[in-house]
């Protein structure tokens, strides 16, 4: 079933929820533990949120070991597609993305470096 715009915007308008979309835009792949760290909060809260992206299709997961990916669904519509580039473009610099994002790679021992 396709995502319905209100599902999209409704699950974008909360602050982690899109940080952690911007994330992935710029990563395309993290896991669960990379976006803890960027974000700065507890796994439950993180997991709720991926879970409500997952529930309406903007994101997948799989599952590598003990390590839970995520990333932006390869069958969302073209004009998500675009929303998400734009809104990735228009935000990337600006705090807190910005930030977000030179946290995500000062992070030592991610476990696309080591447990790949």
């Known amino acids: 079933m396709p995502i319905s715009a209100e599902d999209f915007y409704s699950a974008l308008s909360h602050s982690i929820r899109l940080r952690a979309i911007l994330l992935l835009q710029q990563e395309e792949e993290l896991c669960v533990c990379e976006l803890i760290h960027a974000l700065d909060i507890q796994q439950p809260v993180v997991s709720r949120h991926l879970a409500l992206l997952k529930s309406i299709g903007l994101v997948e ?5 003990l390590w839970v990916y995520y990333r932006i669904s390869q069958n969302i519509p073209d ?13 990337s610099k600006q705090s807190p993305y910005s930030a977000d994002s030179k946290k995500l790679q ?11």
Request: hydrophobic letters at 30%; aromatic letters at 6%.
């Open 61 to 65: 997961s799989r599952k590598s070991g």
């Open 106 to 116: 000062s992070m030592q021992d991610r476990p696309v470096q080591s447990c790949s």
């Open 79 to 91: 004009w998500i597609v675009k929303v998400l580039l734009e809104t990735y473009s228009g935000l």
